[in-house]
């Protein structure tokens, strides 16, 4: 019978103490880049840690003072074009940093935020960077009480827990039914993904006709519904609201992939965009690049934002006995007129 190869155990300090030929006090100083120690010994310790594999637990470490080198990045979704921008932008800055981004997706619902939020507090991050304002009272109170830069990240029309960085949604809304008004369209259909729990695309249909209705125009029809962004269901969609409403001149859509939809369903019908119907979405996704009209759209500056809201989270961890709190950082979305919006 062949003899077992005795279990295998995690490698400690005192295997890299022992392969390298100082204590393992020393170690950990090295491996934890503390204390006065000469770069010849500090080139012997992780040479010896390098050959033997061995991996320094930085939770254990960072447990007796209370945070982790990890970054809780809380998102609605990954299927969502916008966040893997976002996530660039965060990982862009923390890559210069010993901070790490560990993300958590809560898929629009307020129940699983605060699963993920309270999971990913209990291994002490350094900090949050969490998607938009609107949280349950508990989630709310885990983000007040967790002692940590919090960055609200997407929207700034609320009051943060902490810090928020990203665009006025009502504005933007309000800006881009200016633009359809000015180009004289009158009968104006919204299209809408994720409401009401997408709590931005609410706040821009609330100042899209806010502008609307200054300017003496309703809304002459609207469709929502409770899917991911998609192209067929933009196609879906539009077929629904023009033949429900055949005499509505433009089609405006919380998002670019389903406004890509309907502009690809316009023109398989011949009709004429933007001189018979102007479409417009929302998010500047470069993935529409290739479409056969260029989609009149809206830039959020969502790597502009993952950027920001990580630069708080790294100053404050930089500089542990900083005020770090407290910052309000709006972005001002710019807008694309396309080729299915201006009629010139």
């Not at 040479?47 to 991996?55: C, H, I, P, R």
């Not at 809560?106 to 900090?127: A, D, H």
């Not at 417009?280 to 260029?294: C, R």
């Not at 969502?302 to 920001?308: A, D």
Request: aromatic fraction near 4%; charge should be negative; glycine fraction near 10%.
């Amino acid at each position: 019978m062949a003899n077992t190869p005795p279990p295998r155990r995690p490698l400690t300090l005192r295997d890299v103490s022992e392969a390298s030929g100082v204590s393992e006090m020393t170690v950990s100083r090295v491996l934890r880049n503390r204390g006065d120690v000469s770069e010849a010994t500090r080139a012997r310790v992780r040479e010896a840690a390098k050959k033997l594999g061995y991996v320094p637990n930085k939770i254990a470490g960072g447990l007796a003072s209370s945070r982790v080198n990890l970054v809780a990045v809380i998102i609605p979704s990954m299927s969502n074009l916008v966040f893997p921008e976002v996530l660039t932008g965060i990982s862009e800055v923390l890559d210069d940093t010993e901070l790490q981004p560990v993300v958590g997706f809560t898929n629009y619902l307020p129940e699983r935020e605060e699963k993920v939020l309270y999971e990913m507090l209990s291994w002490r991050p350094s900090g949050v960077i969490i998607a938009g304002l609107e949280h349950t009272p508990p989630a709310r109170a885990m983000l007040a009480s967790a002692g940590i830069p919090v960055v609200e990240i997407m929207d700034t029309d609320g009051e943060p827990v902490d810090s928020m960085v990203g665009i006025s949604h009502r504005r933007a809304g309000r800006e881009m039914a200016r633009a359809i008004v000015q180009q004289g369209y009158k009968r104006i259909a919204f299209l809408g993904t994720k409401m009401p729990l997408d709590h931005r695309a609410r706040k821009r249909f609330e100042g899209f006709t806010e502008a609307l209705a200054k300017a003496g125009i309703e809304v002459a029809d609207q469709e929502f519904y409770s899917g991911g962004s998609a192209l067929a269901k933009g196609r879906e969609m539009t077929e629904a609201v023009l033949k429900r409403t055949p005499d509505i001149d433009f089609l405006y859509y919380s998002n670019d992939m389903i406004g890509a939809g309907g502009l690809l369903w316009c023109l398989d019908q011949g009709i004429d965009v933007p001189g018979q119907i102007g479409l417009a979405g929302f998010n500047g996704v470069d993935l529409l690049e290739g479409l056969p009209m260029a989609l009149a759209t809206m830039d959020a500056r969502r790597r502009e934002i993952g950027r920001k809201a990580a630069e708080i989270v790294a100053a404050a961890a930089a500089d542990e006995g900083a005020d770090a709190g407290g910052h309000v950082v709006e972005l001002e979305p710019s807008l694309s007129l396309g080729q299915t919006l201006s009629r010139v």
